[in-house]
């Protein structure tokens, strides 16, 4: 029988896939797919650009930020598909002079 822990995550990742697929034409937190994709040399895993580009801060100036926040606990799920660093990812409002929301350390 599986053990409780890897049934949990193999539900979490059935979850966050099924809610990414349901929301992939309209993107994830006012994030359309396109915008989403004008983070992603920022953030990403292997070789990060030194900063955001004004196109991803301009993105993220319409997100909610509190929505993403909620997906930090299982971004690493998701972010790794996309070959983006979770920690840089959430780094990229900060480097764009937005505030996140106080309840999201």
């Known amino acids: ?7 949990a995550g193999a539900l979490l990742l059935v979850l966050v896939v099924s ?14 797919n396109d915008e989403f994709k004008l983070c ?3 953030a990403a895993v292997n070789n990060p650009t030194d900063g955001p580009s004004s196109e991803c801060c301009a993105a993220l100036g319409k997100a ?3 929505c993403i926040c909620r997906y930090k606990g299982v971004a690493g799920v998701w972010l790794r ?3 983006i660093d979770a920690a840089c990812a959430m780094a990229l409002p900060g ?7 106080s309840n999201c350390s």
């Open 40 to 42: 992603q040399p920022a």
């Open 64 to 66: 909610n930020l509190s």
């Open 19 to 32: 809610l990414a697929a349901t929301e992939g034409a309209h993107g994830i937190c006012g994030l359309s």
């Open 95 to 101: 480097k764009c002079g937005l505030a996140m929301p």
């Open 81 to 83: 598909m996309y070959h």
């Open 1 to 7: 029988m599986a053990k409780p822990q890897a049934l």
